[in-house]
């Protein structure tokens, strides 16, 4: 639940920062790493409530214990939570490449056009 906060408080930061060109590498991937972290921590109890939500040892009065509603909020939202980390770490590294492309070619042109002499 914490590590789900702390994501969505990125995410926010994330997309109503007013010049999203400057927004750092680093800023996009932690904040991937933290959604799919938070996806991992969601499929564990989604999938552990699935297998034991029926059992007569771990649920009280599990005659009486139904998937409802607000179990398939659960699954559909760390379904959605892992694509969104997903996309975001691919723009993420998408990001940092292209920094590191437009550097070497900087570079590179720096090397190949000198400046003219006076």
Same mark, same amino acid.
């Given at each position: 639940m914490v590590s789900m906060l702390f994501a969505l408080i990125m995410t926010a930061v994330l997309a109503f920062s007013r010049e999203l060109g400057k927004v750092s590498t680093r800023f996009i991937l932690s904040t991937a790493m933290l959604t799919l972290t938070s !996806? *991992?921590?969601? !499929? +564990?109890a989604v999938i552990t409530f699935a297998v034991r939500g029926k059992d007569r040892d771990w649920m009280p009065r599990w005659q009486q214990n139904w998937y409802g509603w607000s179990f398939s909020v659960a699954v559909s939202s760390c +379904? *959605?939570?892992?694509?969104?980390?997903s996309i975001l770490l691919f723009e993420g590294t998408n990001m940092k490449l292209v920094k590191n492309y437009m550097e070497k070619m900087y570079i590179q042109?720096?090397? *190949?056009?000198?400046p003219a002499p006076r």
């Amino acid at each position: 639940m914490v590590s789900m906060l702390f994501a969505l408080i990125m995410t926010a930061v994330l997309a109503f920062s007013r010049e999203l060109g400057k927004v750092s590498t680093r800023f996009i991937l932690s904040t991937a790493m933290l959604t799919l972290t938070s !996806a *991992l921590f969601m !499929a +564990i109890a989604v999938i552990t409530f699935a297998v034991r939500g029926k059992d007569r040892d771990w649920m009280p009065r599990w005659q009486q214990n139904w998937y409802g509603w607000s179990f398939s909020v659960a699954v559909s939202s760390c +379904i *959605l939570q892992v694509v969104s980390g997903s996309i975001l770490l691919f723009e993420g590294t998408n990001m940092k490449l292209v920094k590191n492309y437009m550097e070497k070619m900087y570079i590179q042109r720096k090397r *190949l056009f000198p400046p003219a002499p006076r």
